[in-house]
């Protein structure tokens, strides 16, 4: 698994699943099913112990329960939120050792049942899960939702798009350096913990999904593995280049300087690679009206029949950089 990265993974058992019944199979952040003439939609992502999260951090910070039942619904109701759709029911499954205390789940619950009604995922019910015995904390969350406008997928961005991010971009990938630098946390400056906090309880933006393709966005996906792997995502499946302005994007790049000086990592490395933000990234007709939270960061290129790329100033970056599971 390692040698093959998460990405070979997915080719290798993709072409396995028969997905037939599905309207749209696996491929965006969301798949769709029809169901009585309409679509649902389906995502489904894991939240693993010591992969994804630590109980203890080496910078001494313990990450409580409450968080990572508020990221177990955050993470999901983005990929919703990314097809330009609204979640309206989940089902969690979570696994624990025996060891796990009672406030322990009570916690996470609460964080769980807190980040539907503060996210604004109102129209979102829990409609069941499992629980089950394990040698770490699992926790698998199911969202369903529906569009109002039709879903907005990754692959049609044309050329002459221009290329947009909407809510935080490189936040938590500065508040996950911090949390693994062995820096004392008691010392964080209230900046450093805002950081932090983007990176344990993160909040997309569900008003700016279900906008952006109201307004005629022509593909959209979330930001969860870092601005270039997705956008590079984003440019193979439409067949385009994505060719995007540092300048654009050093707005985002300031707001990490308490975390730069902090672990001496220049933030826009942040800002291209960072993941778990859980923002938008999107692609506009020109002479559409971009909804307002929305930041132009770049334009759609032909590919030219040659492999689709990001590019940085006119320079292709890294397509292997970014986060990856098996990495």
Not at 120 to 140: H, M, N, P
Not at 213 to 219: I, M, N, P
Not at 229 to 247: I, P, Y
Not at 259 to 271: C, I, N, Q, R, Y
């Amino acid at each position: 698994m390692g040698d093959l990265g998460e990405q070979g993974i997915l080719e290798a058992i993709l072409p396995l699943l028969d997905s037939a019944q599905a309207s749209l199979g696996p491929g965006d952040d969301a798949g769709a099913l029809r169901v009585s003439g309409n679509e649902v939609l389906v995502s489904v992502d894991t939240l693993v112990e010591n992969q994804d999260f630590r109980l203890l951090w080496p910078s001494g910070l313990e990450h409580n329960a409450y968080d990572i039942g508020w990221k177990s619904i955050a993470q999901n109701v983005s990929d919703i939120n990314a097809m330009g759709g609204r979640a309206t029911g989940a089902v969690i499954s979570l696994s624990l050792p025996k060891s796990t205390s009672l406030e322990w789940v009570m916690d996470f619950s609460r964080g769980v049942a807190e980040a539907i009604a503060e996210l604004g995922a109102k129209e979102l019910t829990i409609l069941g899960g499992d629980l089950g015995k394990s040698q770490e904390i699992s926790v698998t969350t199911t969202v369903l939702g529906e569009c109002a406008h039709g879903k907005v997928l990754r692959s049609g961005v044309r050329a002459g798009d221009r290329v947009a991010v909407a809510g935080r971009v490189g936040a938590a990938g500065a508040g996950l350096s911090v949390l693994e630098h062995e820096h004392d946390n008691e010392s964080w400056s209230r900046a450093v913990r805002r950081l932090v906090q983007t990176q344990c309880r993160p909040v997309p933006p569900l008003e700016s999904g279900p906008r952006a393709a109201e307004a005629g966005a022509t593909a959209m996906m979330d930001l969860s593995d870092g601005l270039i792997r997705d956008a590079g995502r984003m440019a193979k499946a439409s067949h385009v280049n994505l060719e995007l302005e540092s300048s654009a994007l050093q707005d985002f790049a300031l707001r990490l300087e308490a975390a730069s000086e902090l672990t001496g990592t220049d933030p826009m490395s942040w800002v291209l690679y960072g993941g778990e933000d859980f923002g938008l990234l999107a692609a506009f007709p020109d002479g559409v009206e971009i909804p307002g939270e929305f930041t132009v960061i770049g334009v759609a290129k032909p590919a030219n029949g040659r492999r689709a790329v990001v590019k940085v100033d006119g320079k292709v970056a890294k397509p292997e950089t970014g986060f990856d599971h098996f990495g």
